[in-house]
């Protein structure tokens, strides 16, 4: 088994028993138990586990500290966003009055929605371009503009949304954890998501699989606070904490 092949059989082992023996990890790959002490060092540094004398445990979070750009974003799990963005859409009703928050998968829900008397705000630059052309009723807030997501962020656009009383909102998010909730990785970002959530009657958060288990710096919201559309879960420990859709099981 190559090393790179070991490292996956490692970590998909960890994903199911949490924790295991060098002894354990040497049944599963046949591979010997220097060659295995040395992967869980190799892992261990890389942040993927947490070894211990004589085996590893897996960690029960990923700290995300960095953002890619919207365009690179883009091309992440896209049948899966797809999937989500598809159903996400089924949820719009002719009296809503919606927040859609800037991110890739609610753009591509936007794709999705059809003729609707609905009324849309969104801080996404690209979103309100989308829904405009969409003949769909727009409005967009007000403040500062995130370049590397498209996004109208900090307390100017907070404040633009203390008028505003919505149905439903519709976000992305960085990372989902049973402990630290919904997070993102920019303060002024989260302080718009958070405001959403606050003054929406139900929030629903977008995440493709690749976003639980992963913590970022700041908490838009609690585990509880909003509803999940998902293409599949990893850990059925979520379905306990709100309630959780998935589009692709």
Known sequence: ??????YTAILD???ERKSMTVAEFTEITGASESTIRRDLIALDDMGKIKRFHGGAKAIEHEYITNEAPVSAKAQL???EKSAIAKYAATMINDE?????DAGTSTALMIDYIGETNATFVTNGIAHAKRLL???LRTYMIGGLVKPITEAIIGAEAVNSMKKFNFTKCFLGTNGIHMDYGFTTVDVEEAM???EAVNRSYASIVLA????FDKVTAVTF???EKACIITDRLVNDKYIDATVVKEVLR
């Open 1 to 6: 088994m190559m090393t790179e092949d070991r």
């Open 96 to 100: 809503d009055f919606i927040f859609i």
């Open 192 to 194: 718009v998501k958070m």
């Open 13 to 15: 082992a960890l994903k």
């Open 133 to 135: 052309k969409k003949n």
């Open 208 to 211: 493709d699989s690749s976003k």
């Open 77 to 79: 799990n896209v049948e």
């Open 221 to 223: 919201a609690a585990i």
